[in-house]
């Protein structure tokens, strides 16, 4: 079982599941590299957090960047052998009507941001039996009208992720896909609609499923979650 004193990176950490899950994390006793784009969001998560680590201002995008803030990190002393790629976004409406950069930024943050720090966490989770998580979403599995950039990044990284599953049998690195149904985020402010954000799930439960995760003495390959009332 990953010890809860090993390090942890995470991206988005700076507002929603990210910076829940930080705080989760941090005040168990985890160091932590935060990731995101707004240094003071990053400072007050890691404040809330306890203070232990450093932040890094990184586009998730830029696979460069995100290989830097980790050996910038490494040369710190920090090598997180946990990655929890948190960062989003969504761009939602008819197909239609969204935009080339609509398109090419869920991709790019959903999927490649997701893949861009695995590759570089990689070394650090097979010398020390890591823990890597996928973020996806009942997106993953089911389809919406007008959420076919959402649905397309999110359905992919399953499938990237999964496929990473199984290349990594054997090394003691363990994986966990997480699938929340509609969470309480700042995500919402970018989806046109009227949303009952108070019948949503908590970002805190998807923190919780990490922790326990981390916990559990036997793998746990993918964990379900829902509002309480049930899918919106």
């Not at 590299?33 to 998560?45: C, D, P, Q, T, Y």
């Not at 149904?181 to 919402?188: E, K």
């Given at each position: ?17 990210g ?13 932590l ?13 890691l404040?809330?957090?306890g203070?232990g ?24 002393g920090l ?5 929890i ?12 009507e ?13 999927l490649l ?13 097979r010398?020390?039996e ?7 979403s009942?997106?993953a599995?089911?389809v ?8 397309a ?27 929340p ?8 402010d ?13 970002p ?10 981390l ?8 964990i379900?979650l ?7």
């Open positions: 079982m990953t010890s809860t004193r090993s390090s942890a990176v995470v991206t988005g950490a700076g507002s929603g599941i910076r829940a899950i930080a705080v989760a994390l941090g005040r168990r006793g985890h160091s590299l935060l990731i995101g784009r707004h240094r003071a969001l990053l400072e007050e998560s404040a809330e957090a203070g680590g450093r932040v890094a201002v990184v586009d998730v995008r830029d696979p460069e960047a995100v290989r830097s803030a980790i050996a910038q990190a490494k040369a710190n090598s997180p052998p946990i990655a790629p948190a960062a989003g976004v969504a761009r939602v409406g008819p197909f239609e969204l935009s080339d950069d609509d398109l090419r930024e869920s991709v790019e943050t959903n941001g997701a893949l861009h720090l695995y590759r570089a966490v990689l070394p650090a989770a010398a020390s890591g823990h890597l998580f996928a973020i996806l009942a997106a599995l089911r919406f009208p007008s959420w076919t950039a959402y649905c990044s999110k359905w992919a990284l399953r499938g990237a992720f999964e496929a990473l599953r199984e290349e990594l049998k054997g090394s003691g690195v363990r994986l966990t896909a997480i699938y149904g509609a969470t309480a985020t700042p995500l919402w970018q989806v046109p609609g009227p949303w009952d954000r108070s019948a949503m799930i908590a805190e439960e998807i923190a919780k499923a990490v922790v326990w995760a916990d559990s003495e036997v793998s746990v390959p993918e379900h829902q509002p309480p009332g049930g899918d919106l």
